[in-house]
């Protein structure tokens, strides 16, 4: 694989994971990077990674928003109604916005990472081989679905 480069390079495997084991992104899909400004090298490791996936990256960059839910700039709420797949890593959530609402609605497909941060992109929480542990993921959802109630316990 084509790796994202040395000034990245923290950012690297996160920023894959994100762009082929969850967001799947296909050749000659555009994609909508969302990100405020203490995540611009996040947005610019997503770009990166979707290059190397043979997707067409448009990153917006913008300041931080003041609350969760609060859409971003209209510019951005556009670019996101036209792309195939949306990339939000903020540091407060768009999830519940309206621009993420409507581009939902027009078949967008979307991941939003709340919360985000270069800190979050290099952790060992990104190192999951999540193609791998779909199954058990999905098992567990499953037993979650049919229950009222669980116990869990931690070492």
Known sequence: ?????????????????????????????VIAILVDTPNTRVGEALSLAIKVAGGLPYLMVFSSRSAHGEDPPSEAASKLMTADAGILATRYSLASSLARRNATDAGVRIISIPACSEELFSSP?????????????????SMLMQTRHVHITTV
Do not use: W, Y
């Not at 694989?1 to 899909?29: D, F, R, W, Y």
């Not at 081989?129 to 199954?135: E, G, L, M, Q, W």
């Open 1 to 29: 694989m084509q790796s994202l480069g040395p000034l990245l390079k923290n950012l690297e495997h996160g920023a894959t994971t994100i762009v082929q084991a969850c967001l799947g992104v296909k050749p000659g899909e």
């Open 125 to 141: 929480a990104m190192t999951a081989d999540f193609v791998t542990i779909r199954p058990l993921v999905e098992r567990l959802g």
